[in-house]
């Protein structure tokens, strides 16, 4: 009885790590300008296809991590954790020392953007897909 259009779908979330850290562990040498290019088509994807999407709290705003869900977890408010300071964050050159609560992150705007045209468009998340 499961319908594909009710899946939950997620890039990332506190049980296996952040996208962003994904991203950065798979293409090592690449530059910020790519893998923002990369999380853009992957939240696209995420978007214009079957399933609910989920944004885990603070992939709007760039966060990486290390990798992993132990260190996957960090607030959007300003940290003091070690392990979190040294975290780059996609995006921006802000670190976990300052709050992160930027409307004009370049990901928070895509994925304002993606919700907006997906409201505005509902076949877009519950019209066929078919794969070509």
Partial sequence: ???AYEQVTFLGNHDMGRFGAFLKQDRPQAGERELLDRY???NELMFLSRGNP???SGDEQGFTGAGGDKDARQPLFASRT???LD???LGTERTHASDAYDPEHPLYQQISALAKLTRGHP???DGVQSAR
């Fill in 1 to 3: 009885k499961a319908n």
């Fill in 40 to 42: 853009r088509l992957a």
């Fill in 54 to 56: 989920v944004i885990y």
């Fill in 82 to 84: 070690a392990d979190y």
């Fill in 87 to 89: 975290d780059d964050q």
């Fill in 123 to 125: 076949a877009l998340r």
